[in-house]
C-alpha cells in the first residue's frame, strides 16, 4: 500500500517533497529510487520531465518517539499518511482453500490486532513530537479510527474503504443512464452519496454472487445526475451489490492508492473538494466528506444527519465482526471470531485493549505464520 502511493504521487506533477519512511533501509531506499526512475520514464520531457521527483528516504520506526520527533523536525512535514501494519491484509488469501476455510465470514475485524498497534504507536509518536498537521492513516481505518478517537489520537482522517466503491457507482450509474436514454452521461456527470462502513467492501466488489439481504451491512446511498435525484431509476442497490471482481492481493492497492492521492490533494489545497472517506476525525465508518486546508470534516449527507449516519455505521461493526468498542477503546469481538480464532490458531482474544495491541498482534501474527507453515501456504509473497 505505502509503494503503491508512493509510486502515485512520485509520477504526479507534485509540488512539494515526498519522504518515504520504512525500518527497512535497505529495501525502503530501493523503493525510493524505484519511484524515481519509474516517474522519469513516464514524464514526456520539458523542464519538469527533466527532473528528478524529490522523493527522499528516510529509516523510521515507528515506535520510537525520539526518532520520529527527529524526522518531523527535519522534514517538517504538511501531512503525514500512515500505511504500515505488522502483517499486509491480504495473506490469509494464500492460504490453501481448506486452510482459508475458518476465517470466511467472521469479518476483518478478526485481524484487528495485527492492524492497531503500529497506528497507535505513530500517533502517540506524531503527538510526542508536537506535530500537529493532518494524518491520514490506511489500517483498518473505519475501527481503527474509532478506538483512537477514544483516546484523544485520531487521525484527522482514513483512506479507501468507501471511497474505493464509489468510482464502481459512478461508473455503472452512467452505463445506465446512457443505456436509457442520456447518452450524454458520463461517470462525472454522476454524484454518489454514500455512508458505508469497511464491511460493506466485500459486498460491493468480491462475491461470486449477490449477498443475501441479511449478509449486507445497512448503508445510505444517493445517486443525482444534474441535480435530479436518479437513485431508482438507476436502481443503485443493485448496481452497489452487482458482483464486479476485481483482482485481490497485493493488485488491490493500486485502487487505494488513486483513492488516497485523490484524498492528499484535496486535502492540501486551499479550498474545499466534496469526495468519501472513511473514519473522519475518528468516526466509525464512511462518509462523503469536504477535505481541503489541511481538514477533513463530513459533508452534508443528503436525507440523513449526521447522527444516524454514525449510529448506522457503528451497527456496521458486527458484520466485520465486532460487538462493540468500549469508551476506554477496547474492542469487544463477537463470539464467531473467537470461536474461529481459538480453532484455527490458538488464538483466544475476546477483548483487545488498546495498551495490550502491540503484545496481542505479536502473537497473531507468530501463530499465523505457523499456521501457514503447517498447511503450506508461502507467504513471502506478502513482503513486497
Keep these: ?34 519511484a524515481r526512475v519509474a516517474a522519469l520514464a513516464s514524464r514526456a520531457g520539458g523542464s519538469a520531465g527533466g527532473s528528478p521527483p524529490p522523493v527522499a528516504f528516510e529509516s523510521l520506526d515507528v515506535t520510537d518517539p525520539e526518532r520520529m520527533a527527529n524526522v518531523v523536525g527535519r522534514t517538517r512535514p504538511d501531512l503525514v499518511l500512515l500505511t504500515m501494519s505488522l502483517q499486509t491484509w491480504w495473506l490469509p488469501a494464500l492460504l490453501p482453500e481448506e486452510a482459508a476455510a475458518p ?36 489500517p483498518f481505518p473505519d475501527v481503527t479510527g474509532p478506538v483512537l478517537r477514544r483516546l484523544g489520537l485520531a487521525p484527522t482522517c482514513g483512506v479507501g474503504n468507501v471511497a474505493e466503491m464509489v468510482p464502481k457507482l459512478r461508473a455503472l450509474a452512467a452505463e ?8 450524454s452521461a458520463t461517470p ?19 462475491p461470486p454472487q449477490v449477498p443475501a439481504p441479511d449478509q449486507v451491512p445497512p448503508h445510505h446511498l444517493r445517486i443525482r445526475r444534474g441535480g435530479r435525484d436518479v437513485t431508482e431509476a438507476v436502481g ?8 464486479w471482481p476485481l483482482p485481490g492481493g497485493a493488485a488491490w492497492a ?5 483513492c488516497t ?27 462523503p466528506v469536504l477535505a481541503g486546508g489541511g481538514m477533513v470534516r463530513p459533508a452534508p449527507i443528503e436525507g440523513l444527519d449526521l447522527e444516524e449516519a454514525v449510529r448506522l455505521n457503528e451497527r456496521s461493526h458486527a458484520f466485520d465482526g465486532i460487538e462493540r468498542i468500549e469508551p476506554d477503546g477496547t474492542v469487544v469481538f463477537d463470539e464467531r471470531v473467537r470461536a474461529a480464532m481459538i480453532g484455527a490458531l490458538g488464538f483466544d482474544c475476546p477483548r483487545l485493549a ?22 503450506g501456504a508461502d507467504l513471502s509473497a506478502g513482503r513486497i
Aim: glycine letters at 10%; one cysteine or more.
Design 354 to 375: 488498546p495498551d495490550e495491541a502491540a503484545a496481542r498482534g505479536a502473537e497473531l501474527r507468530e501463530r499465523f505464520a505457523a499456521y501457514a507453515a503447517r498447511h
Design 261 to 287: 492521492v485523490r484524498l492528499i490533494r484535496a486535502v492540501l489545497a486551499a479550498g474545499e473538494t466534496r469526495l468519501h472517506a472513511p473514519s473522519p476525525g475518528g468516526l466509525p465508518g464512511g462518509y
Design 236 to 243: 443503485a442497490e443493485e448496481l452497489l451489490l452487482r458482483p
Design 103 to 138: 476465517f470466511r465470514g467472521i469479518g476483518f475485524g478478526a485481524w484487528l490486532p495485527l492492524h492497531l498497534p503500529l497506528v497507535l504507536a505513530a500517533m502517540r509518536s506524531l503527538a510526542a513530537a508536537g506535530y500537529e498537521g493532518p494524518v491520514l492513516s490506511a
Design 254 to 258: 493500486a485502487l487505494t492508492a488513486a
Design 188 to 206: 462525472a456527470d454522476v454524484e454518489v452519496t454514500l455512508v458505508a462502513h469497511h464491511a460493506l467492501l466485500s459486498a460491493a466488489y468480491r
Design 176 to 183: 445506465r443512464l446512457a443505456g436509457a436514454g442520456d447518452p
Design 1 to 34: 500500500m505505502g509503494r503503491a502511493v508512493l509510486e502515485r504521487l512520485a509520477a504526479e506533477p507534485w509540488p512539494g517533497r515526498i519522504v518515504a519512511c520504512r525500518r527497512d533501509a535497505e529495501r525502503g531506499a530501493a523503493a525510493c529510487r524505484l
